[in-house]
């Protein structure tokens, strides 16, 4: 289908990856109209969505559970297309409170999979796209000497998190096949990049090194990532959308595969040479060791390990590559700097989201349904 020429419905568009792909897309000056359905969770900031001068965008508060509203949403803009991030995303949360993520991620799922099918399967029928942003955490952990996760790879998930993200890419591949629905599936590996909440592990060291608090490694830091800069894995999904086969999977990696520890360095680095090339952030941030010519790898602090955790993940993205025409454009280097670049830019974004004071001024300033 040519999704760019109706509107498209994105869930959890004022989360971290959705902020960004909703940016992106407003670049596509033929898409009508960018729905954006977010509940604003804890993770959800409108204010990320802040600032956007286009007409296009209508922002609706409400949730993904709410089939009768997904319908009617997209009877009302006749959208052609979904893009569904809507998700409880953190590991560690999955860990001390499971229940959400099963009702968000495979009931919130499914009930946007129902909405889709009898808005867009009724009668005739319309051409429409359905597409499924997973992660690669479904397949499991590799060992050091493991191929890469491929598509075909067995779905073998380990934390709530990850079983709940399988349960419902299951539900999307189900609904494929029995019922026809037109959906495409992007399993990706760690996002990164601005607009992230900070309690994923870049931004998370980020404002904590700013702060000079202890930075917390898990176990024995040597868990391996594959990190992918969220500009590219928005690429992707694009990608998927204009030339994705429906009822397939397509993994999206980085080509980045890097211990913990080896990122926790890396940031500490590039604060401490920033600091050192610029005098005023000396004073913004006192509490840093930078500020007093340390360095901030004094802040390393090995914790306990979280329960379950997965030792690596690493992607074999060749079929986005050769199908999509998808490469990660970024590099390690250049990903890095762009993001570190953006937390010390945006001061004001990471205190309000981390604070809740955001999503205040944003209730005050969104109408919900
Ligand atoms: P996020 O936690 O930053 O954002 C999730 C968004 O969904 C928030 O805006 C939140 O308000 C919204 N939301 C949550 N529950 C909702 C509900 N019931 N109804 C409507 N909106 C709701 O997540 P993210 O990091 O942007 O991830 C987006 C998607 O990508 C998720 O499906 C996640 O599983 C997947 N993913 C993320 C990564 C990563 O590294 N961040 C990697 C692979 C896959
Ligand atoms: O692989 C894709 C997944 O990546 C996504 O599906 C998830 O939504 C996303 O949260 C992410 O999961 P991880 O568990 O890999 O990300 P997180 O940022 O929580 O942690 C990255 C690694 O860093 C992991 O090995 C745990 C470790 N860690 C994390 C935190 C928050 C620490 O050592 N200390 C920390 O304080």
Redesign the pocket.
Known sequence: MEYAKSSVLVSGGAGFIGVNFVRGLLGRREIPRIVVLDALTYAGNGASLDGIDDDRLHFVHGDIRDQALVEKLLREHEAGSIVHFA?E????RSISGPDAFVSTNVDGTHAMLKAARSVWLEGTGVDHRFHHV????VYGSLGPGDAPFTEGHQYQPN?P??AS?AASDHLVRAYHHTFGLQVTTTN????YGPYQFP????P??IVKILGGQP?????D?M????WLFVDDHCRAIEACLERGVAGELYNIGGSNERP?IE??QKLCEMIDERFGASESLANRFPECPAARGETSMSLLTH?KD?PG??RR?AIDFRRAEAELGYHPQETFESGFSRTVDWYLENEAWWRGVMDGSYRRWIDSNYASR
């Open positions: 998700a995303s953190h590991v560690d997973s992660t690669d955490e934390s998190y990850s993200k990706c590996s760690n996002n309690e994923k592990l870049i998370l060291m930075l917390p490694i898990y176990g830091g868990q391996v990532r594959d913990n990122i926790v914790v979280r955790h997965d993940y």
